[in-house]
């Protein structure tokens, strides 16, 4: 039930969702006495836990050179980290089972590229290169050595 | 041994009487039997049942008038094809030549033919050949002068047996010995027309031999994996079946590979134009993608059959990696054979040979993973036997390895992707004169490995 009451106080916690946020943008539009700061950190805690997960993965894929996300149980993700080791490559692993919400993002990337696992799934300079075929195959046709080079991530 | 008495009765003994003759070891060599040494050479290789060998034997026997009597005589020629098929076709062979022999009629018809047949051989048998021949059979008696001097030089036995007979006899008419002479000519030209008919088919049989021998072995290997594998249960039996299938897949494939791989080699010995060859290595190509196909269906019903390696000759599957050849190898069969390469080239070679090795090692490095990672679960310690009331964790435990074992078919997947990647990029960066080359030479080099295989199965064993 929406609070239209000006004297209506909220007694949301972080784990409301969508009411929490309205509740707070509304509470924060009506009663200039609450404190600033506690409805901005709900705000951004409600807000982190919204967020969608394919962002957060692009997101983080855009922090690194190389990003592969992976469990630490896949042979294949081992496969694939070995390969970029081999080439002199440092990449930035996320072991999603190692991870509070890697469900989401393992479910995310599922529905992104199709397979079954869901991992690995490997993005270099912010780009996705896809799971370990499109690496190997980029690798053969001589487009992967550029690409790493391009996003500064292999040298010589 | 003991079907050497059975098959010649005594009876066709008395009416053969040239065949008994050949129990004379002493005057015999190797070169007496020349299609014999063929037939030694042929089949040196070949040490399983000879289907066709019985049948071709028999034609000799009817051409070569040789009569395969003496046991030691055979053993001594021949190790590798086991004398109890000779016999049985020597004895068979006498009776159909008799048979031979006697349809014509006269007496003196069949001693035409025995002449002409040991003249139309005559470049290729030893000095007293025809003479034992001639020298002891009451049919020989026609023999006569004329034949006397067709042999003459050579069989000196039968000049004195002859001239003894000849005596004997009479003066016979020119008209008659004219008539002798023109049907020895056209026996000895049939004769040799039955012996050039008689080679072909030793060679379409050789071929057939070495592909049935492939065929015994695969079919044997896959009879004792079904019988020593697990306990027939309805999913093995899928598997078994999904072995079978591309098993016989894979070798209807082999066919067409080398069919297609013999019209580039004539094509390429023939410098056909540009286009051609073009068209003709694109077909190839397009082949080996059918393999890939083939593979990858083969792995989703059978992945431990893909993986064993199999459905490969003995050698083959000595070296493969992964289910297959392995990709960085097949630059370095190449070797310099494909010079002049530009320098835009040589290093597209260079990169695609340290790529391809690059992802080989990442593959087996998963895979020594994967290997690993099932140790630790088959030899957890929850892993305790039933009785202990562990069941759950058994079977959770026997779940999770078989998640692993999932991986498996990705693994090999990866593999067979690589493998086709590279020979793609190989084709990329050659040019199509190149390319052909460098497809013949890929393609001699598996088909020496398979050779190298069945020689090996068939090598004289102590």
Known sequence: M??????????????????????VQMYYHHSESWGYYTAAAAA?????????????????????????????????????KRLFCGMGVNPTVYELDQDPRGKEIERAL??????????????IGGKLVGSMDSVMASHIN????????????LWL | MQSFKAAPTASDMYYHPHYFLRGDESSRNQTRFPDLGE?????????????????????????????????????????NIGPSDMVSTSGTGVVDTGQLMFSKGTAETATATVASLGNGHFENWGESGMGDN??????????????????????HGALVAVDSMDQSKGKTGDQKTLRRLAQNREAARKSRLRKKAYVQQLECSQLKLTQLEQELQRARQQGVFIATGFSGD???????????????????????????????????????????????????????????????????????????????????????????????????????QLEPLTDQQLMGI??????????????????????????????????????????????????????????????LHQADLLRQQTLQQMHRILTTRQAARALLVISDYMSRLRALSSLWLARPRD
């Open chain 1, 2 to 23: 929406p609070p239209t009451h000006p004297h209506y106080k909220p007694t949301f916690s972080h784990h409301h969702s969508l009411h929490a946020s309205r509740a």
């Open chain 1, 44 to 80: 951004a805690a409600a807000a982190r836990v919204m967020a969608d997960p394919l962002e957060r993965v692009a997101r983080l894929a855009s922090e690194n050179a190389v990003v592969i996300f992976s469990l630490s149980s896949c042979c294949m993700c081992h496969a694939v």
């Open chain 1, 110 to 123: 599922m529905r992104l590229l199709g397979n079954s696992p869901a991992v690995p799934v490997v993005f």
């Open chain 1, 142 to 153: 001589g487009t992967l050595v550029p690409l790493l080079k391009e996003a500064g991530a």
């Open chain 2, 39 to 79: 037939l030694e050479q042929s089949a040196a290789f070949h040490h399983d049942d000879a289907v066709d060998l019985s049948s071709s034997a028999m034609f000799r026997l009817k051409s070569g008038n040789v009569g395969v009597v003496s046991p030691l005589h055979f053993g001594g020629l021949n190790t």
């Open chain 2, 134 to 155: 001639s020298q002891q059979t009451d049919t020989s008696t026609d023999v006569d002068t004329d034949d006397k001097n067709q042999y003459h030089g050579v069989q």
């Open chain 2, 234 to 336: 309805q999913s093995h039996s899928m598997g078994g079946n999904g072995a079978l299938a591309f098993d016989m897949d894979y070798a209807r494939w082999l066919d067409e590979h080398q069919r297609l791989i013999n019209d580039l080699r004539s094509a390429v010995n023939s410098h056909v134009g540009d286009n051609e060859l073009r068209i003709l290595v694109d077909g190839v190509m397009a082949h080996y993608d059918e393999i890939f196909r083939l593979k990858s269906m083969g792995a989703k019903s059978d992945v431990f059959h893909m993986l064993s390696g199999m459905w490969k000759t003995p050698a083959e599957r000595c070296f493969m990696w992964l289910g297959g050849f392995r990709s960085s190898e097949l630059l370095k069969i190449l070797g310099n």
């Open chain 2, 350 to 411: 260079c990169n695609l040979q340290q790529s391809s090795q690059q992802a080989e090692d990442a593959l087996s490095q998963g895979m020594e993973a994967l290997q690993q990672s099932l140790v630790e679960t088959l030899s957890s310690n929850s892993l305790g036997p039933a009785g202990s009331g562990n069941v759950a964790d058994y079977m959770g435990q026997m779940a999770i390895a078989m998640g692993k074992l999932a991986t498996l078919e990705n693994f």
